[in-house]
């Protein structure tokens, strides 16, 4: 059964920190491009960062900089590491492996 299980999403201030975590349950895991998109309410689901298999990442403007993407293919885990969090980061999170999406996890950030 294919799965992807997110964990650490959490209410933080701004200018703090928060990691993200997406572990992948009957997927060819080191194979697979991985990513995290996130979602506003009344908005769409917008990529936030990308990683291919092969290492190359690519990021959406308002967080390069800030968020790192990585992957541990022995723990078939993606993370997003989320720095200088902005209140404009504030949306449900998801991760995305090889055409597949969690469940969503909320992150918060107070002004």
């Known amino acids: 059964q294919v799965r992807l299980v997110e964990s650490g999403g959490g209410l933080v201030q701004a200018g703090e920190s928060l990691r993200l975590s997406c572990k992948a349950i009957?997927?060819?895991?080191?194979?697979?491009?991985v990513g995290w998109y996130r979602q506003s309410p009344g908005k769409e689901r917008d990529l936030v960062a990308t990683?291919?298999?092969?290492?190359?990442?690519a990021y959406s403007d308002s967080v390069k900089g800030r968020f790192t993407i990585s992957r541990d293919n022995a723990r078939r885990t993606v993370s997003l590491q989320m720095n200088s969090l902005k209140p404009e980061d504030t949306a449900v999170y998801y991760c995305?492996?090889?055409?597949?999406w969690g469940q969503g996890t909320q992150v918060t950030v107070s002004s």
């Open positions: 009957g997927i060819n895991f080191g194979i697979s491009a």
């Open positions: 990683l291919s298999s092969g290492g190359n990442q």
């Open positions: 995305w492996v090889s055409g597949r």
